[in-house]
């Protein structure tokens, strides 16, 4: 078992930036890469940004390029998401998870709890 804690969420004003962190704990050995979903009210869950497990390559949905970085420190166990340029439209709950690295959530394999984003005018 993998276990995934995100956090950093909050409220932000329009421009703004906030950092996500995904600490993982339990079986370790057992997380490749990860990767961060959004999922607004209403609407599905949506692939936001992933990492590979040596941090070497990475992959953006196209919505958030150029302005979230993700990154990840394997000696603490942890990946970050660093949004900046926030929009209105970023609003979600943010999770993480772990599993292929790609942009389909059924290949991920244990999520965490999720943090939510609140953008504001």
């Known amino acids: 078992q993998v276990q995934l804690v995100e956090s950093g969420g909050g409220l932000v004003q329009a421009g703004g930036s906030l950092r996500l962190s995904c600490a993982a704990s339990g079986r370790t050995t057992s997380f490749y890469a990860i990767g961060w979903f959004c999922q607004a009210p209403g609407k599905d869950r949506e692939f936001v940004a992933a990492i590979s497990l040596s941090g070497a390559r990475t992959y953006y949905a196209n919505s958030v390029k150029g302005r979230f970085t993700i990154s990840r420190d394997n000696a603490k166990n942890t990946v970050y998401l660093q949004m900046n340029s926030l929009k209105l439209e970023d609003t979600a709950v943010y999770f993480c998870?772990?599993?292929?690295?790609?942009?389909?959530?059924?290949?991920?394999?244990?999520w965490g709890q999720g943090t939510q984003v609140t953008v504001s005018p």
């Open positions: 998870a772990t599993g292929s690295g790609s942009s389909r959530s059924g290949e991920y394999y244990y």
